[in-house]
């Protein structure tokens, strides 16, 4: 087809027959011949070049025309050859502007200019097309154009490889499905073809005799690579590489998007990045070019992702959020952060920029928030503990990187102390209204009466059976987290709640038990603190059980969350109330905060898993809460801690809280022990100003009154409801390099891909929690959070058709055969799995 049949067939008269009436501004004369061969009984061809008034009357009379019975015109076009009017001055200037704004304009936008028709035209000669308006300032007329790849449809390569544009060609030359590879292996003729093609597309003159598929592809990769690179250099091209073949400039388009093309899809992807980490290393690259700091845009080749790497972390530290963010996002999801250590890297530097962002966000608001007690708390339940949990994501990938470059020291210094300088904006506030209000705020729910208003008025109703899950050192941001996961099974409610003070574990979880608001006292035994109920000591896990247990009798029933998941519980019909009991969180926390971090979301999986199980046995209700909260001390150093204030301090709770009596000086606050909330033998308790602990070296404390570890979460999730969890007809496929079933590192990337066995699932998410285990069933591989992975739970959401990349942390002492398997994160059923075998390099 001609250019002037195509813009004529195409372009102008789908668009006449579909307005009724058009207008085509021509100031180059380019199009009037077009114009005019429209024109038949049906379309009436206005010339307005000669005569203004006499063009105006013809389009007048053709549009009465039009609407007069009978009429056999259906459409008037106004040809004007003269620039389109764009401001409204000039439109009411122009005669002929009130039928384009009726009908419709030629040229409408920046897609109807002359190169970008004639690239439309013609797309599988773009370069040529390029060339030839390259060399015309005018534009070429219909006959160049017309004469640009004449004859040369590449019949034998379009035929063998089963594709049609020229991109489709040249991304089959490059990375040939199965198909496509065996068609070139059994058919002759088609390379003559392909040089042709590549010279015509690319200007690409290859110099391979070779005639086989294998011999120019290994030129073609290095010549496509390398283009890319070159165009997107910024500075000029080392002198050792100018003698390297590469596409003339007006090959950009196509040599960027195929190259695009073939990093994000999946069927190329491994095959790109072998080529890429060949080619650089053969010309050397990451050596000749280690002197340039810019290497523009595009990461074609493994060493460019360092530079931009680099790129992120000066934004950062400059605190130029802007410049590290569009960093960030245009490289934190690049072909090459699966290799070696780069995806921790980027992991860490995106929780680094996130919480950075947040810090700064919530300190400018903080002053319009810290008025009141209630002010500032409403603030830190909408807003701060976001910040507490992008605290806690970093710190956890920090746990799981080794900078053996040194390359992030300064970033995460950088991050912590931008929390650090927030939280003690935030404690400064709290503590002075603190000091003045007490402790817990008046008119909300605090921990006390947790148990009589959400369990035991449940138990009133016969029959009802609720279970009462307590989670040690459940902070709110995960109590958040954990709703958010909760709510894709069923109803459930969050709740902020007041721990009672001192927050710790004897206390907090003594004050979840029945009539703790009337009965809790904290008494001193020969210096010891020990929780009573009344005349019942509550200071262990049997003591307070067994206020439950006397109460209830044969209607209670108590195990560790962990047995209840795993084990087969068999309960008497009896049971109204089960207590689940959890430690995990601080426990681990308060062992080796610094490296168990990442176990958190395996306490809130099994939560979960625990309410399907508890649905599946007749439980009505669950009440979700915990004792205390808890702050992460990341920046902690030999000269963060608080002296102790003088005065006669018997219980010194956590190195965070001492409860006697004394003075209040210049780093602690003295405060009646009643006003705190705190009934017993003491009358006095000393706080820390700051959030620095009595002691030095606690990453990880409890203890004190700050926000995180003071307002806890209560979740009431309802089970008498259907299982919403259920995924439906949806099939997950697993996916390791192209079929490979040994790994050589200890992070493989795995790809992950969900489909929709029918209608009803198509627009619904699926969500999965991939887990590496042993022939004995034990977890030696969990995926790495963050970027694809939820950080909180651990488990990773897909859309039918979607595929992801997830990296897999293997434990580092374990070798051998294991399998990975896909498991929906509520039931624990396997969706897929996949048999791997460790080879890791001595």
Same mark, same amino acid.
């Given at each position: 087809?001609?250019?002037?049949?195509?813009?004529?067939?195409?372009?102008?008269?789908?668009?006449?027959?579909?307005?009724?009436?058009?207008?085509?501004?021509?100031?180059?004369?380019?199009?009037?011949?077009?114009?005019?061969?429209?024109?038949?009984?049906?379309?009436?061809?206005?010339?307005?070049?000669?005569?203004?008034?006499?063009?105006?009357?013809?389009?007048?009379?053709?549009?009465?025309?039009?609407?007069?019975?009978?009429?056999?015109?259906?459409?008037?076009?106004?040809?004007?050859?003269?620039?389109?009017?764009?401001?409204?001055?000039?439109?009411?200037?122009?005669?002929?502007?009130?039928?384009? #704004?009726?009908?419709?304009?030629?040229?409408?936008?920046?897609?109807?200019?002359?190169?970008?028709?004639?690239?439309?035209?013609?797309?599988?000669?773009?370069?040529?097309?390029?060339?030839?308006?390259?060399?015309?300032?005018?534009?070429?007329?219909?006959?160049? %154009?017309?004469?640009?790849?004449?004859?040369?449809?590449?019949?034998?390569?379009?035929?063998?490889?089963?594709?049609?544009?020229?991109?489709?060609?040249?991304?089959?030359?490059?990375?040939?499905?199965?198909?496509?590879?065996?068609?070139?292996?059994?058919?002759?003729?088609?390379?003559?073809?392909?040089?042709?093609?590549?010279?015509?597309?690319?200007?690409?003159?290859?110099?391979?005799?070779?005639?086989?598929?294998?011999?120019?592809?290994?030129?073609? @990769?290095?010549?496509?690579?390398?283009?890319?690179?070159?165009?997107?250099?910024?500075?000029?091209?080392?002198?050792?590489?100018?003698?390297?073949?590469?596409?003339?400039?007006?090959?950009?388009?196509?040599?960027?998007?195929?190259?695009?093309?073939?990093?994000?899809?999946?069927?190329?992807?491994?095959?790109?990045?072998?080529?890429?980490? #060949?080619?650089?290393?053969?010309?050397?690259?990451?050596?000749?070019?280690?002197?340039?700091?810019?290497?523009?845009?595009?990461?074609?080749?493994?060493?460019?992702?360092?530079?931009?790497?680099?790129?992120?972390?000066?934004?950062?530290?400059?605190?130029?959020?802007?410049?590290?963010?569009?960093?960030?996002?245009?490289?934190?999801?690049?072909? @090459?952060?699966?290799?070696?250590?780069?995806?921790?890297? @980027?992991?860490?530097?995106?929780?680094?920029?996130?919480?950075?962002?947040?810090?700064?966000?919530?300190?400018?608001?903080?002053?319009?928030?810290?008025?009141?007690?209630?002010?500032?708390?409403?603030?830190?339940?909408?807003?701060?503990?976001?910040?507490?949990?992008?605290?806690?994501?970093?710190?956890?990938?920090?746990?799981?990187?080794?900078?053996? #470059?040194?390359?992030?020291?300064? %970033?995460?210094?950088?991050?912590?102390?931008?929390?650090?300088?927030?939280?003690?904006?935030?404690?400064?506030?709290?503590?002075?209204?603190?000091?003045?209000?007490?402790?817990?705020?008046?008119?909300?729910?605090?921990?006390?009466?947790?148990?009589?208003?959400?369990?035991?008025?449940?138990?009133?109703?016969?029959?009802?059976?609720?279970?009462?899950?307590?989670?040690?050192?459940?902070?709110?941001?995960?109590?958040?987290?954990?709703?958010?996961?909760?709510?894709?099974?069923?109803?459930?409610?969050?709740?902020?709640?007041?721990?009672?003070?001192?927050?710790?574990?004897?206390?907090?979880?003594?004050?979840?038990?029945?009539?703790?608001?009337?009965?809790?006292?904290?008494?001193?035994?020969?210096?010891? =603190?020990?929780?009573?109920?009344?005349?019942?000591?509550?200071?262990?896990?049997?003591?307070?059980?067994?206020? =439950? *247990?006397?109460?209830?009798?044969?209607?209670?029933?108590?195990?560790?969350?962990?047995?209840?998941?795993?084990?087969?519980?068999?309960?008497?019909?009896?049971?109204?109330?089960?207590?689940?009991?959890?430690?995990?969180?601080?426990?681990?926390?308060?062992?080796?905060?610094?490296?168990?971090?990442?176990?958190?979301?395996?306490?809130?999986?099994?939560?979960?898993?625990?309410?399907?199980?508890?649905?599946?046995?007749?439980?009505?209700?669950?009440?979700?809460?915990?004792?205390?909260?808890?702050?992460?001390?990341?920046?902690?150093?030999?000269?963060?801690?608080?002296?102790?204030?003088?005065?006669?301090?018997?219980?010194?709770?956590?190195?965070?809280?001492?409860?006697?009596?004394?003075?209040?000086?210049?780093?602690?606050?003295?405060?009646?022990?009643?006003?705190?909330?705190?009934?017993?033998?003491?009358?006095?308790?000393?706080?820390?100003?700051?959030?620095?602990?009595?002691?030095?070296?606690?990453?990880?404390?409890?203890?004190?009154?700050?926000?995180?570890?003071?307002?806890?979460?209560?979740?009431?999730? *309802?089970?008498?409801?259907?299982?919403?969890?259920?995924?439906?007809?949806? *099939?997950?496929?697993?996916?390791?390099?192209?079929?490979?079933?040994?790994?050589?590192?200890?992070?493989?990337?795995?790809?992950?891909?969900?489909?929709?066995?029918?209608?009803?699932?198509?627009?619904?998410?699926?969500?999965?929690?991939?887990?590496?285990?042993?022939?004995?069933?034990?977890?030696?591989?969990?995926?790495?959070?963050?970027?694809?992975?939820?950080?909180?739970?651990?488990?990773?959401?897909?859309?039918?058709?979607?595929?992801? #990349?997830?990296?897999?942390?293997?434990?580092?002492?374990?070798?051998?055969?294991?399998?990975?398997?896909?498991?929906?994160?509520?039931?624990?059923?396997?969706?897929?799995?996949?048999?791997?075998?460790?080879?890791?390099?001595?």
């Amino acid at each position: 087809m001609s250019i002037a049949a195509f813009i004529r067939d195409t372009i102008l008269r789908p668009r006449l027959i579909e307005a009724g009436c058009m207008v085509v501004y021509d100031p180059d004369g380019r199009y009037q011949s077009v114009c005019a061969s429209l024109e038949d009984e049906r379309v009436r061809v206005v010339d307005a070049s000669s005569s203004s008034i006499k063009s105006r009357l013809a389009a007048i009379e053709a549009l009465q025309d039009i609407g007069r019975p009978k009429s056999t015109l259906d459409a008037v076009l106004v040809y004007v050859p003269k620039r389109r009017p764009e401001t409204d001055e000039e439109k009411q200037i122009d005669p002929f502007s009130i039928y384009a #704004q009726a009908g419709a304009v030629f040229p409408r936008d920046d897609g109807d200019d002359y190169l970008s028709l004639c690239l439309r035209a013609k797309p599988d000669h773009s370069t040529e097309i390029r060339r030839v308006f390259a060399n015309s300032p005018g534009g070429p007329t219909f006959s160049v %154009v017309d004469a640009v790849g004449s004859g040369a449809s590449w019949p034998q390569l379009r035929a063998a490889l089963k594709v049609e544009s020229g991109r489709e060609i040249l991304e089959a030359l490059l990375a040939p499905s199965e198909k496509q590879a065996a068609a070139l292996k059994a058919q002759d003729g088609w390379s003559e073809e392909a040089r042709e093609f590549l010279s015509a597309t690319l200007g690409m003159s290859v110099k391979t005799r070779g005639k086989t598929w294998s011999s120019i592809s290994d030129e073609l @990769w290095r010549f496509v690579l390398f283009s890319e690179f070159v165009f997107d250099l910024p500075a000029d091209l080392p002198e050792q590489l100018q003698g390297v073949p590469h596409a003339v400039a007006e090959a950009k388009p196509i040599i960027e998007d195929v190259c695009e093309r073939l990093r994000t899809s999946p069927a190329s992807r491994d095959v790109y990045i072998e080529r890429a980490e #060949q080619i650089e290393q053969e010309l050397s690259l990451d050596r000749i070019c280690a002197s340039i700091e810019d290497l523009g845009s595009r990461d074609t080749f493994p060493f460019e992702e360092r530079t931009f790497l680099k790129r992120a972390i000066k934004g950062l530290l400059e605190n130029d959020l802007n410049a590290a963010r569009a960093t960030i996002g245009a490289h934190g999801h690049s072909v @090459w952060i699966g290799r070696g250590e780069s995806q921790a890297q @980027w992991e860490l530097i995106k929780a680094s920029f996130a919480l950075i962002e947040s810090c700064d966000d919530n300190e400018r608001q903080l002053p319009d928030h810290a008025k009141s007690q209630s002010a500032l708390i409403e603030f830190y339940i909408s807003s701060l503990r976001e910040t507490d949990r992008l605290q806690r994501e970093f710190e956890q990938a920090l746990s799981d990187f080794l900078d053996h #470059q040194d390359l992030l020291s300064d %970033v995460v210094e950088y991050s912590r102390s931008k929390y650090r300088r927030l939280a003690e904006k935030v404690q400064t506030a709290f503590v002075k209204h603190l000091e003045a209000s007490g402790w817990p705020p008046q008119g909300r729910l605090s921990n006390l009466d947790v148990y009589d208003k959400h369990v035991a008025s449940k138990l009133k109703e016969s029959g009802r059976k609720v279970a009462y899950i307590l989670v040690d050192a459940l902070r709110y941001e995960l109590g958040v987290a954990l709703e958010k996961r909760l709510a894709d099974d069923g109803p459930v409610e969050l709740q902020a709640a007041y721990a009672q003070l001192p927050t710790i574990t004897p206390v907090g979880m003594a004050s979840l038990l029945p009539g703790a608001r009337e009965d809790l006292r904290l008494t001193d035994e020969a210096g010891k =603190l020990v929780p009573r109920l009344g005349d019942a000591k509550v200071a262990n896990v049997s003591q307070r059980m067994d206020v =439950l *247990r006397k109460r209830l009798g044969d209607r209670f029933h108590e195990m560790t969350l962990s047995d209840f998941v795993k084990a087969k519980p068999r309960l008497s019909k009896t049971v109204d109330l089960i207590v689940l009991r959890s430690t995990e969180i601080d426990s681990q926390l308060e062992n080796n905060p610094e490296s168990t971090l990442g176990l958190i979301p395996n306490t809130l999986k099994l939560v979960r898993v625990a309410l399907h199980k508890l649905r599946e046995l007749g439980f009505h209700d669950a009440v979700i809460a915990t004792d205390h909260g808890f702050f992460l001390n990341g920046h902690a150093s030999d000269g963060d801690v608080c002296s102790k204030p003088q005065g006669n301090w018997a219980v010194n709770a956590h190195d965070r809280a001492f409860l006697g009596t004394g003075n209040a000086d210049n780093h602690s606050v003295v405060i009646d022990a009643a006003k705190l909330g705190v009934r017993g033998d003491y009358q006095q308790v000393a706080l820390p100003k700051s959030m620095a602990p009595y002691r030095a070296g606690h990453l990880y404390f409890h203890g004190g009154v700050s926000l995180p570890e003071a307002i806890v979460p209560v979740l009431v999730a *309802r089970l008498d409801t259907k299982d919403l969890s259920g995924s439906g007809s949806f *099939r997950v496929e697993l996916n390791y390099k192209r079929g490979a079933k040994r790994i050589t590192t200890r992070v493989p990337v795995v790809e992950v891909s969900a489909s929709s066995e029918d209608m009803f699932t198509q627009d619904k998410n699926i969500e999965v929690l991939l887990e590496a285990q042993s022939a004995q069933d034990d977890v030696v591989g969990e995926p790495r959070p963050g970027g694809d992975v939820n950080p909180a739970t651990r488990t990773i959401t897909l859309r039918p058709g979607e595929s992801k #990349q997830i990296p897999i942390r293997m434990e580092p002492e374990f070798e051998g055969k294991f399998r990975l398997k896909a498991l929906d994160p509520v039931t624990m059923a396997a969706y897929a799995s996949l048999d791997l075998e460790t080879d890791y390099a001595v």
